[in-house]
């Protein structure tokens, strides 16, 4: 039986400090053998969690090739991530004594399993996100640190992107509002991408719709479809990153627009030269207006349906 020194932690740095080797070498110092539990986000390349297991396992083993290196992912209960921290210690050391060993801020007050565990002060600590802030802000002309964004790049999760796209209706002239951008030659409906601070699409909707056609008073928001929209610029990276928008009705109250935020010009089509094909829509939207049609349709032949049915029971 002998001794185990146990190190966890993120280290979501470029490499480590002064204070990361303090503890890594009193752990091995004080018992022979180390282990690495290196914490693992559900969420990889974020700004918290920049870096993913096999480049931090490497900047580990480039510091304490002897160590033994393995993971642990993140849990909702303290409690449970105690439970898998022991049940990974005994699996890989259970004759062996561990001590688990941790800096400031470190996993400490958050473990609750069976282990001694030893707080190292170091005069050498700087924090991890004091690290990340200062790294984040440095662009360098290096191989290394281009060879390390198109690794990031190739290795996260494909990307959806989400959007809304409103369609108008002026139901009394039977006309669609549409916009058009300055570099543009056709129109489009109004909407954007989905801001971080929306609480909803519904929120996101009415937020681009009053940006890019300000000053129109408009209701009845109905809920149309969402779809995937094949956006020009997303060309050629169709497998890692596309667009999902959420389509949204509304109907004009009053008021007029020349267009607000990028869009430079508004102008009001009839529903049916968009039906037609006679209304100059940019190719990414003409899915939009397919869906809109078949939407408004229905709709219109539902409610046709009702007052037959009342006239009738009449």
Request: charge should be negative; charged fraction near 30%; proline fraction near 4%.
């Amino acid at each position: 039986m002998g001794k185990v020194g146990v190190v966890i932690g993120r280290f979501q740095v470029d490499d480590l400090s002064n204070g990361h080797l303090d503890i890594f070498k009193r752990a091995m110092s004080e018992n022979g053998k180390l282990l690495v539990i290196l914490g693992n986000s559900h969420l990889i390349n974020t700004i918290p969690d920049p870096l993913d297991y096999p480049v931090r396992c490497k900047m580990v083993q480039g510091k304490f090739p002897e160590a033994c290196i393995t993971f642990v992912r993140n849990r909702k209960d303290d409690a449970d991530w105690s439970k898998d921290i022991d049940k990974i210690i005994h699996e890989l050391y259970p004759t062996d004594t561990p001590t688990l060993y941790g800096g400031r801020d470190s996993f400490i007050p958050n473990y609750s399993g069976k282990n001694r565990c030893i707080e190292v002060h170091s005069y050498n600590t700087i924090s991890g996100s004091k690290i990340r802030e200062t790294v984040g802000d440095e662009v360098l002309d290096e191989v290394g640190f281009r060879k390390g964004i198109i690794y990031t790049t190739r290795n996260r999760f494909p990307r959806l992107h989400g959007t809304v796209d409103i369609v108008c209706v002026d139901t009394a002239n039977q006309t669609i509002g549409l916009g058009k951008k300055p570099l543009e030659h056709e129109y489009r409906f109004a909407g954007g991408f989905v801001d971080i601070k929306d609480r909803s699409f519904e929120m996101a909707a009415k937020r681009e719709f009053g940006e890019e056609f300000p000053g129109l008073e408009v209701g009845n928001w109905q809920f149309i479809c969402s779809c995937r929209v094949d956006d020009w610029r997303f060309g050629g990276v169709e497998e890692s990153e596309y667009i999902m928008t959420s389509f949204f009705y509304c109907e004009k109250l009053w008021g007029a627009t020349h267009g607000g935020d990028d869009i430079s010009e508004v102008r009001w089509f009839k529903i049916d030269d968009l039906r037609s094909n006679r209304v100059p829509l940019i190719d990414c939207h003409e899915i939009l207006g397919q869906k809109f049609l078949e939407w408004y349709d229905s709709k219109n032949t539902q409610s046709e349906a009702n007052v037959g049915e009342l006239v009738d029971v009449t």
